[in-house]
Nanobody
Framework: QVQLVESGGGSVQAGGSLRLSCAAS????????MGWFRQAPEKEREGVAA????????AYADSVKGRFTISRDNAKNMMYLQMNSLKPDDTAMYYC??????????????????WGQGTQVTVSS
């Protein structure tokens, strides 16, 4: 089992920044990929960013490319999502995920085995 705990959500005005953190514990060696998903009210959960735990390769949803940056610290079992130039459309519950790459392909979730409880991000105009 892998436990994931997110932190860092909050409310910010459009154009602002937030940094999300995800702390992983448990049998983390059973995964090779971590990432962030988000779900807005009445919308499907969608992949936002993912990172491989070995080589550090990354993937981003088109909607966040150039604004969000995913990173990880394997020694601390931590993952981060730096979100800049936030828009009201970024408002959602953000979930940390772990599993096997790829975590999503297009609109379809693939390799996610574990989820965090989520942290709310609200961007006002």
């Amino acid at each position: 089992q892998v436990q994931l705990v997110e932190s860092g959500g909050g409310s910010v005005q459009a154009g602002g920044s937030l940094r999300l953190s995800c702390a992983a514990s448990g049998y983390t060696y059973s995964t090779n990929c971590m990432g962030w998903f988000r779900q807005a009210p009445e919308k499907e959960r969608e992949g936002v960013a993912a990172i491989s735990l070995a080589g550090g390769s990354t993937a981003y949803a088109d909607s966040v490319k150039g604004r969000f940056t995913i990173s990880r610290d394997n020694a601390k079992n931590m993952m981060y999502l730096q979100m800049n130039s936030l828009k009201p459309d970024d408002t959602a519950m953000y979930y940390c995920a772990a599993g096997f790459c790829p975590l999503w392909v297009g609109p379809t979730r693939r390799g996610v085995n574990y989820w965090g409880q989520g942290t709310q991000v609200t961007v006002s105009s």
